[in-house]
């Protein structure tokens, strides 16, 4: 059987560019509507594994049957229309199938991560059954290998149905007519990441995403028949979901994919696949440029990729570093990567993906503004002499149905160059987080005002963000963004990128306190001294440092770093002395 798989992957041909299509007459309604199509060209999407073989090709063609026949074995279990059937989102065509037989079910598909970070097993099965009660599942599916884990998590849930891929086979199929979800019905339910706290499900309608995925291709990065896709975004994220998974099928467009688990071990695949195939756009935040610079083989790498065809390399975060993205274009200008093809963007699942875009070759702009004021004072100062300087990125005007406004805790107005609550009013803002109406009042105005949760200002209508609201540390009046304190600690000896978090705390007596924890493989008193004595000589403020084992911290289900859970394991792990400050903690435990 080993050597039958091997043969029929060498066989497989990657599907081609071009689709053949002229664009449909009129506008589409619905995302069944799209692959309908979509499935008249040729186009599709690719599979790669982790040694960079094919291993499943997709067409729309093919989808639409499979989806179809799929959508009428799900209807023989007589589940409610817009009833809710989760899918452990790896990496593999059963999820496409799965998302799509809801399209055509009138079934709502909720994408549920496919990755187990820190906790282990036990940590995520608790995690996917918080998801099912959440979202009132009634089916949930598992892809090859996470069956086991979703039958554990289905323990105590009211499903109708649960099972993986073979189970599904089995499932009959009557012939009997299905009625697709429509304009305003929820086209899914996209959790969130939950760097800040428990994901909450975003009710997304098929008007709302469907007016954000034309106004992508169309004003964001200019979409051609001409553009190939290369992602190895999770697709339960909404970066891997809405822009390689349904902003393609929104311009039948090829898309070949990676898992992130084959990325986080492999990253050059990612630059072979696009050098190999002649990708034009690919997307990731900014750790993943900084993970393939660090991971290159200049010695020889340098012949083996042409990256000339990248005219989009896409790049979003809370606030993105430069510092990564000048790294991975030093590493890779012999192989023909333009950093004009740099795009820096800004959105949230709450928008459907994106809501601004910088312009298009010019690659990353940024604003040098004086660290010291815009710390005290908020005000974002161009820096002037030798003040200390910090580099923040433009993410661009907002994308034409949008409108931006900047506000203070009041809910002012505030003018260019001054920091406060970044809030968006458009078309494609959510319809509220599924079964939370006091979540979404708290974030949704009865006008349609979207407050995003994160901090920045505005120039000349273009946007800069600066951080999460909760995450800012305020000491004595003065904010602190935590990203810079990260940045200090990354930038001693023996700490790489992002392996550090910082976040504020309060002392017995309710004193607010500054930690900044890092991940090291020794436990190095002139390490915490160093960053300590850093972070002193910048914000004139007095942190507490711990150095903890590789592995350590937290991680949200899109891989970033949680900083609100890396809080929460801090003070389960610490003790205080009489005078309030922290002392040795278990963690150090897992140093040898």
Avoid at 154 to 167: F, I, Q
Avoid at 315 to 323: F, T
Avoid at 392 to 403: A, K, N, Q
Avoid at 557 to 581: C, I, P, Y
């Amino acid at each position: 059987m080993h050597i039958e798989a091997q043969q029929e992957r060498q066989s497989l041909v990657a599907i081609p560019t071009f689709s053949g299509l002229k664009p449909p007459a009129k506008p589409l309604a619905n995302l069944a509507e799209m692959l309908d199509f979509a499935a008249t060209g040729v186009t599709g999407f690719n599979f790669y594994n982790g040694s960079g073989q094919l291993t499943d090709v997709l067409t729309y063609r093919d989808l639409r049957v499979e989806a179809l026949h799929l959508a009428k074995q799900l209807a023989t279990l007589n589940l409610p229309r817009l009833a809710r059937v989760a899918i452990i989102a790896d990496t593999t065509p059963l999820f496409h199938k799965v998302f799509f037989a809801c399209q055509y079910a009138g079934f709502i598909p909720v994408p549920m991560p496919a990755a187990l970070f820190m906790g282990g097993a036990e940590s995520y099965v608790n995690q996917i059954r918080r998801m099912l009660q959440s979202c009132t599942a009634s089916v949930a599916i598992a892809p090859p290998g996470y069956e086991d884990l979703l039958s554990r998590a289905v323990e105590g849930c009211d499903l109708t149905w649960h099972g993986g891929a073979d189970a599904l086979t089995v499932l009959p199929a009557e012939d009997r007519e299905l009625l697709p979800l429509d304009r305003d019905d929820p086209a899914y339910l996209q959790y969130t990441s939950g760097s800040t706290q428990f994901p909450r499900g975003v009710e997304m309608t098929e008007r709302a995403v469907i007016c954000n995925l034309n106004e992508i291709v169309d004003k964001g990065v200019n979409m051609t028949a001409e553009d190939r896709l290369v992602s190895w975004l999770p697709f339960y994220h909404d970066m891997g979901l809405v822009g390689f998974v349904l902003v393609p099928l929104c311009r039948q467009l090829s898309v070949d994919y990676l898992s992130p688990r084959t990325f986080a071990m492999r990253p050059r695949l990612w630059l072979k696949l696009i050098s190999d195939n002649r990708g034009t756009i690919s997307s990731s935040p900014p750790s993943g440029y900084g993970l393939c610079a660090t991971r290159l083989r200049l010695t020889t790498d340098q012949q083996k990729y042409d990256l000339s065809s990248w005219r989009v390399a896409s790049v979003g975060a809370e606030r993105i570093n430069p510092r990564q993205l000048v790294g991975f274009a030093n590493a890779m200008k012999d192989m023909g990567f333009d950093p004009k093809a740099f795009v820096a963007c800004y959105g949230m699942a709450e928008c459907g993906l994106a809501v601004s875009f910088a312009p298009l070759r010019e690659g990353v702009t940024v604003d040098n503004v004086d660290k010291d004021l815009i710390t005290r004072t908020g005000k974002a100062v161009p820096v002037e002499g030798d003040a200390e300087v910090l580099e923040l990125v433009d993410c661009g005007r907002m994308l034409p149905s949008y409108e931006l406004r900047i506000t203070d805790g009041g809910g002012r107005t505030l003018p260019d160059r001054q920091c406060g609550h970044i809030q968006v009013r458009g078309p494609s803002v959510m319809r509220g987080y599924f079964n939370d109406p006091e979540a979404t009042a708290r974030v949704l105005s009865a006008d349609g005002w979207l407050d995003t949760g994160d901090i920045g200002y505005s120039l000349n209508h273009h946007l800069y963000v600066t951080a999460r609201s909760k995450d800012v540390i305020i000491i004595h009046g003065r904010n602190i963004w935590p990203q810079d304190l990260e940045q200090l600690a990354e930038s001693c000896p023996g700490v790489r990128l992002g392996d550090s978090t910082a976040f504020e705390v309060a002392r017995p007596d309710n004193d607010p306190m500054v930690v900044v924890v890092v991940e090291t493989k020794r436990p190095d008193p002139e390490l915490r001294k160093l960053i300590a004595a850093r972070v002193s000589s910048s914000f004139g403020v007095t942190c507490h440092v711990e150095l903890v084992p590789p592995k350590t911290l937290p991680k949200t289900s899109s891989g970033k770093l949680s900083r609100a859970t890396a809080r929460l394991g801090f003070l389960e792990r610490v003790g205080w002395d009489e005078h309030g400050n922290p002392i040795a903690t278990s963690a150090l435990e897992g140093y040898g």
